[in-house]
T-cell receptor, first 121, second 107 residues
Framework: QVQLVESGGVLVKPGGSLRLSCAASGFSFSDHFMHWIRQAPGKGLEWISYISHTYTEYAAYADSARGRFTISRDNAKNSLYLQLNSLRAEDTAIYYC?????FGPGGLDSWGQGTLVTVSS | DIQMAQSPSSLSASAGDRVTITCRASQAINDYLNWYQQKPGKAPKLLISGGSSLQSGVPSRFTGSGSGRDFTLTINSLQVEDFATYYCQQSYRTPHTFGQGTKVEIK
């Protein structure tokens, strides 16, 4: 079955950096757009970024992430990544990876359990 | 960015009730509208994509409708397991913004 497992969430100081990983299994990873979504404690969902399945230089970001976060993937390793730089307190959230469709604009039909990033001094 | 306005932000209902949640986009998004259900401490679950396409395994009491700017999620005969928070999301244009959520609580 489809499985997505995030890792890498930790407590980090403001201004620090972090790389999140998402290990995928149970499906053809290279056939799907992949997304990162986050949820601050007690708040709603915020779409952060997505990356194309084959043209991995094709990615898009929310304004809150652009210039500080970088999405990437390694199709040979069935893995998705999110590099977070210049972290701020407002980046504190659970970060989810999710599977999109082949063409890009579909719904997110599988989600990981999330990994918690806490930004605090 | 496309803004998604969901209403109401919360509602109280009883098991067996019919519940309607609306989502309005700040511009036309064709039918690139998805609905998710999230229970406390869990990841969201996709219920409906493309405005009205029910995901496999999702009960038929969930229906989605709408096109353009205005969309509706209807839950017919609310069940105990349906008490959760529901989010709409547009996937017409990046960023793929979510609505603020609707919490469905037990009356």
């Amino acid at each position: 079955q489809v499985q997505l497992v995030e890792s890498g969430g930790v407590l980090v100081k403001p201004g620090g950096s972090l790389r999140l990983s998402c290990a995928a299994s149970g499906f053809s990873f290279s056939d799907h757009f992949m997304h990162w979504i986050r949820q601050a404690p007690g708040k709603g969902l915020e779409w952060i970024s997505y990356i194309s399945h084959t043209y991995t230089e094709y990615a898009a970001y929310a304004d809150s992430a652009r210039g500080r976060f970088t999405i990437s993937r390694d199709n040979a390793k069935n893995s998705l990544y999110l590099q977070l730089n210049s972290l701020r307190a407002e980046d504190t959230a659970i970060y989810y990876c999710a599977r999109g469709d082949y063409f890009g604009p579909g719904g997110l039909d599988s989600w990981g359990q999330g990994t918690l990033v806490t930004v605090s001094s | 960015d496309i803004q998604m306005a969901q209403s109401p932000s919360s509602l109280s209902a009883s098991a067996g009730d019919r519940v309607t949640i609306t989502c309005r986009a700040s511009q036309a998004i064709n039918d690139y509208l998805n609905w998710y259900q999230q229970k406390p401490g869990k990841a969201p679950k996709l219920l409906i994509s493309g405005g009205s396409s029910l995901q496999s395994g999702v009960p038929s009491r969930f229906t989605g409708s709408g096109s353009g700017r205005d969309f509706t999620l209807t839950i017919n005969s609310l069940q105990v397991e349906d008490f959760a928070t529901y989010y709409c999301q547009q996937s017409y244009r990046t960023p793929h913004t979510f609505g603020q959520g609707t919490k469905v609580e037990i009356k």
